[in-house]
């Protein structure tokens, strides 16, 4: 692939998965991920790790910003964090046995269902001391994080997506602090995700790495400012936007892709 054309798919793909990094918590990957196995000559688990490791620097900023603006608390994402972490490593080592045109579309649905959802029903809010059982909430919150970290290293995409359901839909967060919490627990998904995706599927191209990772950097710091400076409504219907815009952009892409195979 020529250069420019790499820095342009690069760009492209760091500004989308930034933007829905920032805004919506989700995978860098997500977007990533499809956009290098249609454009980048990249086989779709190194694409995948490209897009985890893009991730790192990305929730990373992003989480500091909410943080600074009080939307984020890392005590009660810690259980949810060593559940995630634990299955994004199981994930990924599943993931290494699946074929490409598996992994570039399995996510895309549900990413789809879950920005329906945001849009149609936007500003839902349910404190998080809402649950009396806390036995209940306990077990709720290991088994949505067990799932949620399998699905990160499994397709590497929908990781931030489900992980944005589970904290609004059945843990009851404020889309702010959901948006937070996401992308502190995709910081350390994301780390140990795209490791484990270098480890198996060895190193890629280095150029396209290091460029989806600033791209994708720069961006998801813009897009977390102007997320927390939004209303709750607004962020909700911002993130449900992405999310049907990103699914079905990548379907187009993929349905494209593989009809001129």
Avoid at 246 to 259: F, G, K, Q, V, W
């Amino acid at each position: 692939m020529e250069i420019l054309v790499k820095v342009i798919v690069c760009f492209l793909a760091g500004a989308g998965a930034g933007l829905g990094t920032g805004f919506a918590g989700m995978s860098a990957a997500g977007i990533i991920g499809p956009m290098l196995l249609a454009f980048g000559g990249i086989n779709a688990y190194q694409a995948i790790g490209i897009g985890l490791i893009s991730d790192v620097l990305a929730s990373a900023v992003s989480a500091w910003t909410y943080k600074k603006h009080g939307n984020l608390n890392i005590k009660k994402a810690l259980v949810l964090l060593t559940s995630v972490l634990v299955m994004t490593v199981v994930g990924s080592y599943v993931a290494s046995f699946l074929p490409d045109k598996t992994m570039g579309s399995m996510s895309q649905i549900g990413l789809l269902i879950i920005g329906l959802k945001f849009v149609i029903k936007p500003g839902r809010k349910i404190k998080e001391t809402s649950h009396s059982d806390e036995k209940s909430g306990l077990i709720k919150t290991i088994i949505g994080g067990c799932l949620v970290g399998f699905i990160c290293g499994f397709v590497g995409a929908g990781g931030g997506m489900m992980l944005l359901f589970v904290l609004t839909s059945i843990l009851g967060y404020e889309i702010h602090m959901a948006v937070g919490t996401s992308v502190f627990i995709m910081t350390f998904t994301a780390l140990i995700g795209g490791t484990s995706h270098i480890v198996i599927g060895g190193v890629p191209d280095i150029l396209t790495l290091v460029l989806c990772v600033i791209f994708t950097l720069i961006w998801a710091r813009i897009a977390s400012l102007i997320a927390n400076r939004s209303s709750e409504k607004v962020l909700c219907r911002a993130a449900g936007i992405i999310m049907i815009v990103t699914s079905l952009a990548t379907i187009s892409m993929l349905l494209i892709t593989n009809a001129q195979v």
